[in-house]
Each structure stands twice: as structure tokens, then as C-alpha cells.
């Protein structure tokens, strides 16, 4: 921070020289230090100098960045959707028409589905950056980059186009992510999302008390399924046999997740009888073990150099033995259907079940460091690789004075059948 007792001329030529990279990433504010709605600055405020009514400017010189956003092209569609079959999106059964305008170029593109209409589009999202924009980087995020690409498609002229996400992921989770670019879908999917939380939550107080749900309740927790495939770390190889059942039995896994606690979150099985806040109920369901060959793969670094080398391919170099270091012998590819959407779910419930997702490192799963284009960054086995929900339409409010979207009895399903690890089991697979 720089005071108006540090001079007013230092402050209007640190402003005037400010780097226009720092500028670009709106790494620098104006306004009172104590409040929270300070002016974030642009490169279009660059050859100003601003009102120093306050002398107020925060200045963030190493503010975070996320390089994976440039691996692909925010205006474009995936490669995969035409190739390999490795990108499927269906509209009522039916594949939707990608536009010539939209195929990919050099860079592989982010968009799976787009509709203007209903105003919202399917995006795959790139691992190792946020949705929305940090404190000190206002630039590389989903939200950021895909309404400056939109704008650039549409060749609008006015401010910014309306770019919301209803369903977040974590920074280092990639795959399917849905991008709201109308109100009106931004809030029926938030509608979706809290009733398939709400359900599934009333669903297991009815089981527990003996009642069968009431068709009254207006709950159907099959109006939207999320679904995510991770790697997970095995300990123990004979606690596999604990998720195999899990999968076949069709098992509710529930835990209760302390909403005060700090990042690891903290997931515990049985709710606390004595507490002075309140536990939020965490549902899934393992609906998919391993690959059809294999249920898991062997990491140590042994004599073997099939297990030696996918070690390394996952957890890098940093280490001769990085399976041992983490006390890990195997890795296993699970698919797991969200029931409930609470922060770090998957990953919590995972670690308290005790399998902490591959390059999870807070979580227990070490790191998973990637390099590209002379910039490193670290990834997480953790991928949304299947959404649907019902496809929405229009409908005329009562007042006739507006429109607000509803379910139709169409459905949308999106769905990604390779992870940036998947090369690494098939190359496995066939050296065995």
C-alpha cells in the first residue's frame, strides 16, 4: 500500500508507469484501503492518472497465474467431438450440429455444446485454474476468458456479455463445466443443482425413519446427474475390496462435512451429537471400479519397469520412489455420481475412506507436477466426465410481462471418456 504521506507524485508515476502485464491481469486497485469495494484498475485506465482523493493504491507485483487457460481456444470446439469419439454430447438422443465457423485450429477448443437461445453452453475446462477471478488476477479464469472470447464472436462493441457459472469446480479439477450466458438458465440450473441436493438429503431422513419419500415432495434427484472420474491412491490393497462392494452393492457413501473448517476440510463419518454448528450431509455413489483388464495398477518402483515408469508419468521426477514416499502401492481409476454438492467433496470423502486422489497434496495424494510451454503447474486426477439434465424451454409468466425457463422432457447428456491420465493406464495396460 502506498500512503498519501509516501508523496503524491510517487503514487501518480507508480501509476503511470505500472507494468501493463500486471494491468492486463487487473493486479492493481485504487480506493480506501479499508474497503472492500476498492476500483479494480484496467489497460484502459493505463495513460490516466487517476483522482489520489483517498492516496490509496494496492498493487499485487506477483499476482497468481494460470497458464493452462492458453492451452486451448475459448471461441472453438473440442477436437474430440469430431475425432476419437473422445467428446459426446447428445440432445434427446441426437449429436448436435458442431459450425464449421467453430472447429478448432491449432490449439484444441474448450466449448462441447453451445445454445444462444437458452442462453448457456457446455465447456471442457482446462485443470489447474479457477472459474472466477482471484484478488490479484482478474484474467485467467473460465468466466474471464470465455465471455472476452465471446465478445470477440460476437464482435459486440458494449461492455462485457453475461458470463455466470451456476456449477463450479475446483481450481485443479478439470472436464465438463456449464457456462450460464442468460439469467434466466443460471437460475433454473441453480434450481436443479439445490433440488438434487435437497432430495437426496430428504430421501436418506425418510429411509432412516422407516417412511418411503412422498411423490408430493416434487423431488426427482434423476432430473441431474453429475458424474466424475478420478485415480485414486491405494494403501492397502486389500482394502480394494471395500469400494469393489461398495460399486456392486450400489452403496449411498455418506459423510458430514464441518462447514467452519479450513482447507483439508474435515469429513467424518458420523455426525457429532454435540456441536455448536451445523453438519452438512455429503452424498455419492461408486458406479464404476477400474478398467475392464485391470481393477487397479501397480506403482512402487521395483525391479519392474512397467509399474517404475507410470509411477513416475503420474507423480514426475521430483523423487526416485514417489509411491513409497507416499506409501502408496496402487492407483485405481473409480467413476463417482455427486449426490450432494459440497466444497471438496469427492476429495474429503475420498481421504476419510482413506484414498486420497492422486496430486491432491492437501488431501494426502502428493503432487502431480506438469510443464508446458516453460511454465509448470500441478494437476489433480479429478475430471467431471459426465452432465445431464433436462433440456429447458421457454415459458410466458403469468403477469405476461417476462419469460423464465422450465424443464422439458428432452434431455442433454455430455460426456468425456479420457482424463489426462488415461494414456498413462493404456500405455500400462499394454506393456503388462
Given at each position: 500500500f502506498y500512503r498519501k504521506s509516501r508523496a503524491k507524485k510517487l503514487l501518480s508515476t507508480t501509476?503511470?508507469?505500472?507494468?501493463?502485464?500486471?494491468?492486463?491481469?487487473?493486479?492493481?486497485?485504487?480506493?480506501?484501503?479499508?474497503?472492500?469495494?476498492?476500483?479494480?484498475?484496467?489497460?484502459?485506465?493505463?495513460?490516466?492518472?487517476?483522482d489520489w482523493s483517498d492516496m490509496t493504491l494496492r498493487i499485487h507485483f506477483a499476482p497468481e497465474r494460470f497458464h493452462a487457460g492458453y492451452d486451448v481456444d475459448w471461441s472453438k470446439y473440442c477436437r474430440g467431438?469430431?475425432?476419437?469419439?473422445?467428446?459426446?454430447?447428445?440432445?434427446?438422443?441426437?449429436?448436435?450440429?458442431?459450425?464449421v465457423a467453430g472447429?478448432?485450429?491449432?490449439?484444441?477448443?474448450?466449448?462441447?455444446?453451445?445454445?444462444?437461445?437458452?442462453?448457456?453452453?457446455i465447456i471442457n475446462k482446462p485443470g489447474s485454474m479457477p472459474g472466477h477471478p482471484t484478488l490479484s488476477n482478474?484474467?485467467?479464469?473460465?468466466?474471464?476468458?470465455?465471455?472476452?472470447?465471446?465478445?470477440?464472436?460476437?464482435?459486440?462493441?458494449?461492455?462485457?456479455?453475461?458470463?455466470?457459472?451456476?456449477?463450479r469446480l475446483d481450481i485443479d479439477t478439470h472436464g465438463l463445466l456449464t457456462v450460464s450466458t442468460k439469467k434466466?438458465?443460471?437460475?433454473?440450473?441453480?434450481?436443479?443443482?439445490?433440488?438434487?441436493?435437497?432430495?437426496?438429503?430428504?430421501?436418506?431422513?425418510?429411509?432412516?425413519?422407516?417412511n418411503a419419500p412422498h411423490p408430493s415432495d416434487g423431488c426427482s434427484?434423476?432430473?441431474?446427474?453429475?458424474?466424475?472420474?478420478?485415480?485414486?491412491?491405494?494403501?492397502?490393497?486389500?482394502?480394494?475390496?471395500?469400494?469393489?462392494?461398495?460399486?456392486?452393492?450400489?452403496?449411498?457413501?455418506t459423510h458430514y462435512l464441518d462447514p467452519k473448517s479450513p482447507a483439508p476440510k474435515r469429513f467424518v463419518r458420523n455426525k457429532p451429537k454435540k456441536s455448536d454448528h451445523g453438519w452438512l450431509q455429503?452424498?455419492?455413489?461408486?458406479?464404476?471400479?477400474?478398467?475392464?483388464?485391470?481393477?487397479?495398477?501397480?506403482?512402487?518402483?521395483n525391479d519392474d519397469i512397467v509399474d517404475y515408469t507410470l509411477s513416475h508419468q503420474l507423480w514426475g521426477r521430483q523423487s526416485e520412489t514417489p509411491a513409497e514416499d507416499l506409501g502408496v502401492s496402487y492407483v485405481m481409476e473409480l467413476e463417482i455420481e455427486l449426490l450432494t454438492g459440497r466444497t471438496h467433496q469427492i476429495r474429503g470423502q475420498l481421504k476419510a475412506l482413506g484414498f486420497p486422489i492422486v496430486g491432491d497434496p492437501i488431501y494426502g495424494g502428493g503432487?502431480?507436477?506438469?510443464?508446458?510451454?516453460m511454465h509448470g503447474w500441478n494437476r489433480m486426477a479429478l475430471q467431471c466426465c459426465e452432465l445431464s439434465f433436462p433440456e429447458p424451454k421457454w415459458e410466458e409468466s403469468d403477469d405476461k410481462k417476462g419469460k423464465f425457463l422450465v424443464a422439458s422432457d428432452k434431455m442433454c447428456l455430455f460426456r468425456l471418456s479420457e482424463a489426462w491420465w488415461t494414456p498413462y493406464l493404456e500405455q500400462y495396460y499394454q506393456n503388462l
Amino acid at each position: 500500500f502506498y500512503r498519501k504521506s509516501r508523496a503524491k507524485k510517487l503514487l501518480s508515476t507508480t501509476y503511470v508507469h505500472l507494468s501493463l502485464s500486471l494491468l492486463t491481469l487487473c493486479a492493481a486497485y485504487t480506493g480506501d484501503s479499508h474497503n472492500a469495494h476498492a476500483k479494480r484498475l484496467s489497460p484502459e485506465e493505463e495513460i490516466m492518472t487517476p483522482d489520489w482523493s483517498d492516496m490509496t493504491l494496492r498493487i499485487h507485483f506477483a499476482p497468481e497465474r494460470f497458464h493452462a487457460g492458453y492451452d486451448v481456444d475459448w471461441s472453438k470446439y473440442c477436437r474430440g467431438l469430431l475425432v476419437g469419439a473422445r467428446v459426446d454430447a447428445f440432445i434427446s438422443g441426437e449429436a448436435p450440429h458442431v459450425p464449421v465457423a467453430g472447429l478448432p485450429d491449432e490449439k484444441d477448443g474448450a466449448i462441447v455444446y453451445e445454445n444462444d437461445e437458452l442462453g448457456f453452453a457446455i465447456i471442457n475446462k482446462p485443470g489447474s485454474m479457477p472459474g472466477h477471478p482471484t484478488l490479484s488476477n482478474h484474467a485467467e479464469d473460465v468466466v474471464s476468458m470465455f465471455s472476452a472470447a465471446l465478445k470477440e464472436r460476437k464482435k459486440s462493441a458494449d461492455k462485457k456479455p453475461y458470463v455466470s457459472l451456476p456449477q463450479r469446480l475446483d481450481i485443479d479439477t478439470h472436464g465438463l463445466l456449464t457456462v450460464s450466458t442468460k439469467k434466466e438458465f443460471a437460475t433454473y440450473m441453480s434450481k436443479l443443482l439445490e433440488t438434487k441436493t435437497n432430495c437426496n438429503i430428504n430421501e436418506d431422513k425418510s429411509k432412516k425413519n422407516g417412511n418411503a419419500p412422498h411423490p408430493s415432495d416434487g423431488c426427482s434427484s434423476a432430473d441431474i446427474t453429475k458424474k466424475y472420474r478420478c485415480l485414486v491412491c491405494v494403501k492397502d490393497p486389500a482394502s480394494m475390496d471395500t469400494i469393489s462392494n461398495f460399486q456392486q452393492l450400489g452403496t449411498v457413501i455418506t459423510h458430514y462435512l464441518d462447514p467452519k473448517s479450513p482447507a483439508p476440510k474435515r469429513f467424518v463419518r458420523n455426525k457429532p451429537k454435540k456441536s455448536d454448528h451445523g453438519w452438512l450431509q455429503c452424498q455419492m455413489r461408486i458406479t464404476k471400479v477400474g478398467d475392464e483388464r485391470f481393477r487397479a495398477a501397480c506403482v512402487l518402483s521395483n525391479d519392474d519397469i512397467v509399474d517404475y515408469t507410470l509411477s513416475h508419468q503420474l507423480w514426475g521426477r521430483q523423487s526416485e520412489t514417489p509411491a513409497e514416499d507416499l506409501g502408496v502401492s496402487y492407483v485405481m481409476e473409480l467413476e463417482i455420481e455427486l449426490l450432494t454438492g459440497r466444497t471438496h467433496q469427492i476429495r474429503g470423502q475420498l481421504k476419510a475412506l482413506g484414498f486420497p486422489i492422486v496430486g491432491d497434496p492437501i488431501y494426502g495424494g502428493g503432487v502431480c507436477e506438469f510443464r508446458s510451454h516453460m511454465h509448470g503447474w500441478n494437476r489433480m486426477a479429478l475430471q467431471c466426465c459426465e452432465l445431464s439434465f433436462p433440456e429447458p424451454k421457454w415459458e410466458e409468466s403469468d403477469d405476461k410481462k417476462g419469460k423464465f425457463l422450465v424443464a422439458s422432457d428432452k434431455m442433454c447428456l455430455f460426456r468425456l471418456s479420457e482424463a489426462w491420465w488415461t494414456p498413462y493406464l493404456e500405455q500400462y495396460y499394454q506393456n503388462l
